[in-house]
């Protein structure tokens, strides 16, 4: 298949699924499309680093990293709370294949592979809630040094 074709079928099927598990959660209506982009952006980059052969955890880490400084910059313009935006949009980075593997080995008695599989998905979902963490670090300590040059009248 062909690139530009893999690239449209990843944006496609993220939109869905982030805009998809906020209907569900019941997001308001004027947060739908940011959330939806949020973590479309988010899943490219992790789509695009993981391409690149560069590790699942840093591809899920970045692609958390993009979904937080997203939806907390989209929270401000929309003026709702940050989960509003970082919840559905984490959607597509959740590890539901690996954790799916691990519990039908587990039942099926492999062991080793039951293990392997726990592992994967601990290490992703560690990186997913460690670019999280990250994000919101990173705009706070924007923001409060932004605040100590508007306070001293400093331009940027």
């Not at 907390?72 to 949009?89: D, E, G, Q, S, Y």
């Not at 592979?113 to 979902?125: N, Q, Y």
Request: aromatic share 12%; hydrophobic share 55%.
């Amino acid at each position: 298949m062909p690139i530009y074709m893999q690239i449209i079928i990843n944006i496609v099927f993220s939109y869905v699924a982030s805009v998809g598990f906020a209907l569900t959660i019941n997001v308001p209506h004027r947060a739908l499309n940011l959330a939806g982009i949020s973590g479309t952006v988010g899943w490219m980059v992790c789509w695009f680093i993981t391409k690149a052969q560069m590790g699942r955890m840093l591809s899920n880490l970045m692609g958390a990293f993009v979904i937080g400084i997203l939806g907390l910059f989209f929270a401000r313009i929309k003026k709702c709370p940050v989960t509003v935006f970082n919840i559905p949009a984490l959607v597509p980075l959740v590890p539901g294949v690996p954790a799916y593997q691990a519990v039908r080995a587990l039942v099926n008695g492999n062991v080793f592979d039951a293990e392997a599989s726990f592992l994967r998905v601990g290490i992703v979902t560690c990186s997913i809630a460690l670019g999280i963490l990250l994000a919101t670090m990173f705009t706070e300590m924007f923001y409060r040094v932004k605040k100590f040059y508007k306070k001293r009248k400093i331009k940027l």
